[in-house]
């Protein structure tokens, strides 16, 4: 669902060490899920994605994992740098519908 | 091939003012979304245009609030008479047509402030 006026949660990693953010969605129906990073300032920027009928999709140093039984959709940073900080949503979509995101984790990458 | 434009960056209107947000989608994009964005918090939908037609006003907040997306020029979204509460960075994004496997590209946001 939405986050309603509540703070982000936030992660703190090590450089260097391997980052996992969790996000919970809401539509059962969902069948295209997105990760963006948002940096301060700027708008979302597309990471990776995924289709429901995959459970796992690898990118560069980035994977998503997706575990329809209990809606849930992870993504995976291996050895983190700086430029990762940010704030990280994951987004939802069923069909022709509109994407739809979900609260967002700070990521904070500690030099 | 330039991305999702948005202007202005910052806008700044005293409460009673029209706030006009502008947003050129990526070439061959038809399709523009508009979403809001309070400090700490997620994006929420707004509304959703094709050329010349809104698709999906969901998230519209039923007065003071307008979009459009003509076949000529950006989109436009317009809040009449603004308040301090529409204070928010308001982000288009856009895609090339419907279907489940297409991301959107952001723009950089308009940031409003109501004083």
């Known amino acids: 669902g939405e986050s309603v006026g509540l703070h982000l949660p936030t992660l703190s990693v090590q450089e260097g060490d391997n980052s996992i953010i969790n996000c919970a969605y809401s539509n059962s129906a969902s069948d295209y899920f997105i990760w963006y990073k948002q940096e301060s300032g700027k708008g979302p920027q597309f990471i990776i994605d995924?289709?429901?009928?995959?459970d796992k999709r690898q990118g560069q140093r980035v994977t998503v994992l997706l575990n329809k039984t209990v809606k849930h959709l992870s993504l995976q940073i291996a050895a983190t740098q700086p430029g990762d900080s940010a704030v990280y949503f994951c987004?939802?979509?069923?069909?022709?519908?509109?994407?739809?995101f979900g609260t967002g984790t700070r990521l904070t990458i500690i030099p | 091939n330039a991305g999702v434009m948005q202007n202005p960056r910052h806008l700044v209107r005293r409460r009673g003012q029209e706030a006009r947000l502008r947003c050129s989608p990526m070439k061959g994009h038809s399709h523009v979304y508009w979403y809001r964005q309070l400090p700490e918090e997620g994006l929420k939908f707004m509304v959703y245009l094709q050329k010349e037609n809104i698709i999906d006003e969901s998230g519209m907040p039923k007065e003071r609030f307008s979009a459009e997306f003509p076949k000529e020029g950006p989109s436009i979204l317009r809040i009449q008479q603004v308040v301090r509460g529409d204070s928010a960075a308001y982000f288009c994004a856009s895609s090339p047509g419907q279907g489940n496997d297409y991301g959107y590209t952001f723009g950089s946001g308009t940031r409003l402030t109501v004083v």
């Open positions: 987004a939802e979509k069923f069909g022709n519908e509109k994407l739809t």
């Open positions: 995924i289709r429901s009928n995959m």
